[in-house]
């Protein structure tokens, strides 16, 4: 497994439901290698968010086995940023639970960090005087700041507006060129997985399993409006719409 960042083999996940188990991950099989950038997309329920909390540490699986090579940071569709702590604040504390202890390096490293997600001259703002989109741009920023070698993505953009997200695909894009990170992204959005992903896997619904893979060969840089994109999530998105109807046709 070790060639790889990231390695899951016939990775299962239950939770207690009464007096039986839900079964939300069921024998899930992938793996990315080192800077690849995989998008993941299902239906609501389909295990998507289980999957990235077992793999970051926050679950443990039921049976099978994973491997994670390196340091991980998960985002998360809200930003969760301290309301009490300035955006370079909430940067701060993440370089502090890394072992930066010098409060002057980690004041820099944020004002660097919250620069490579254009928010120079917002350090000092606190969340609420921020909009969605800037929240988010912390919360990247936060990411960044725990110095990962896979970045674990939860829909980090669905609460956003259509343009604000096609900003935030672009910094994005952007960081990911610029770095050697491996990125796991989960959405809902076929169009927002074509533009980003190298792959996109479809999950079953409940329970999750990897349904179908597509490889994406679209030149980069890509737009959501590209008739080219629209067609390869289209086949993504009847892929999905067949994974969601009871019989499976």
Known sequence: MSSRTV??????KAFPHGD???????????DLQ????????GASGSGKSTLLNVLAGLETASSGRFEVQGRVALMFQEAALFPWLTAS?????ALKLRGVNKRSERRQLAHDLLERVH???FERRRPHELSGGMKQRVALARALAQDADVLLMDEPFGSVDAITRDLLHEELLRLWRASSLTILFVTHNAREAVRLGDRVLVFTSR??????????????PRSLDSPEL?????????RLKQEMRPDGH
């Open 34 to 41: 080192p800077g690849e950038f995989v998008c993941i997309v």
């Open 20 to 30: 039986r188990n839900l079964v939300a991950l069921q024998e899930v099989t992938l």
């Open 207 to 220: 329970p999750g399993r990897v349904a179908q893979e597509f490889e994406i060969d679209l030149p980069r």
């Open 7 to 12: 390695a899951v083999e016939r990775l299962s």
């Open 89 to 93: 604040q909430n940067v701060e504390l």
């Open 119 to 121: 928010l120079h001259g």
């Open 230 to 238: 629209a067609v390869v999530a289209g086949r993504i998105t009847e």
